[in-house]
T-cell receptor, first 116, second 107 residues
């Protein structure tokens, strides 16, 4: 296992277009998280899954954002009708939760989105 | 969710020990304390996690007093490559990041 993989690494899109990012977590990890990070700020929590169930969504996740984890393995994050304010690094992380204890996150390298 | 407070930035020199303290006055009984390191254009990397007292691994130590209202990350003998942003997180089911502490190690 090579860790958490995110694809693509970079994405440039025109305002108004839809984009989709993919995250492949560590295979035995049952939790998957999405974060967004802008320059000089800490990562902002967007949403997380336990297996295939989406358990929490931040208010930052507007109606234009949707995330799925259909089989409890990889996840996708889609942004519809992109805006310039969506330009950021989108980070995925996974973790193993056993008996509700959380043993730290492993992050991917992120997808850098630029909306022009 | 427990809010954390860390210094915005710290400077140090190679070979020195660096201690970064995080305040989390309203930490809940079930909350763990976790520290991450982040380099530019990379995702955060897990450093250490603890619940109480002291935890040590190959890269750092984490000191947690009995009241758990603060924690201190200790980096022994830092090098230039330890220049990064360090985040203190407190939580149970999910983790929210603050602005972190930007550590600059000088030669």
């Amino acid at each position: 296992d090579t860790g958490v993989s995110q694809d693509p690494r970079h994405k440039i899109t025109k305002r108004g277009q839809n984009v989709t990012f993919r995250c492949d977590p560590i295979s035995e990890h049952n939790r998957l998280y999405w974060y967004r990070q802008t320059l000089g700020q800490g990562p902002e929590f967007l949403t997380y899954f336990q297996n295939e169930a989406q358990l929490e969504k931040s208010r930052l996740l507007s109606d234009r954002f949707s995330a799925e984890r259909p089989k409890g393995s990889f996840s996708t994050l889609e942004i519809q009708r992109t805006e310039q304010g969506d330009s950021a690094m989108y980070l995925c992380a996974s973790s193993l939760s056993v008996r509700a204890a959380n043993y730290g996150y492993t992050f991917g390298s992120g997808t850098r989105l630029t909306v022009v | 969710l427990a809010k954390t407070t860390q210094p915005i930035s710290m400077d140090s020199y190679e070979g020195q020990e660096v201690n970064i303290t995080c305040s989390h006055n309203n930490i809940a009984t079930n909350d763990y304390i976790t520290w991450y390191q982040q380099f530019p254009s990379q995702g955060p990397r897990f450093i250490i996690q603890g619940y109480k007292t002291k935890v040590t691994n190959e890269v750092a130590s984490l000191f947690i007093p009995a009241d758990r209202k603060s924690s201190t990350l200790s980096l022994p003998r830092v090098s230039l490559s330890d220049t990064a942003v360090y985040y203190c997180l407190v939580g149970y089911n999910d983790m929210r990041f603050g602005a972190g502490t930007r550590l600059t190690v000088k030669p």
